[in-house]
């Protein structure tokens, strides 16, 4: 890779990641990572382990499947309608919506569901179906500040099962990586930048 010289955009970098990192609440260089199990989306409803129904018009609101269902009683309750359904964790078997003594309406497939929804005004959706990538250490997500995890892990929930959680790990076996973290947490980058000019 090319050398550049330092910027004034590294030098706020750097800054800002030892203030992060001195909030930490060991002392030690430690990392965290995410423990539990992951989701796994692009599957059908037939070689799945669960689904999530996300709203299309709000996309920080998502479901799992059985809690998207109590949802959307109460929604369609609350509208003075009579609700009966019945469903698994990943299928729709029915749903019948009493409209008025003369109108009872029965649905049997989740996209006639999602339509019926979408016209009358109780929003839209979509489902996505998953499987679990059964492994106790997610490896892939790791993070050198306990708050920057949990963000993470916040932000994208729906890709996480409920048992997901953050953990915190000593550089015990990286002695490079232990010291690049006491390099960030010490050197007084100001004074760094000052000497330059």
Not at 119 to 138: D, H, I, P
Not at 174 to 192: C, P, Y
């Amino acid at each position: 890779m090319k050398k550049r010289e330092i910027s004034k955009k590294d030098f706020d970098f750097l800054c800002e990641l030892q203030r992060k990192i001195n909030l930490e609440k060991s002392d030690e260089p430690v990392f965290y990572t995410l423990v539990g199990t992951e989701k796994e989306y692009g599957f059908n409803k037939d070689s799945c382990d669960g689904a999530t129904v996300f709203s299309l018009k709000d996309p920080e609101k998502s479901w799992e499947f059985g809690e998207f269902f109590d949802y959307i009683e109460e929604q369609i309750t609350g509208q003075g309608y009579e609700v009966d359904m019945s469903f698994t964790d990943t299928i729709l078997n029915y749903i019948t919506i009493k409209v008025s003594d003369e109108t009872v309406v029965a649905i049997s497939e989740l996209d006639e569901m999602f339509k019926w929804l979408d016209k009358n005004a109780f929003g839209s959706y979509e489902v996505l179906y998953y499987r679990l990538r059964k492994e106790s250490n997610l490896i892939d997500t790791v993070f050198l500040t306990e708050k920057e995890a949990e963000e993470h892990l916040k932000k994208y929930r729906d890709y996480y099962s409920s048992d997901t959680y953050v953990s915190c790990h000593p550089f015990r076996c990286n002695s490079d990586l232990q010291e690049l973290i006491k390099l960030i947490k010490s050197v007084d980058f100001l004074k760094l930048k000052e000497l330059e000019k």
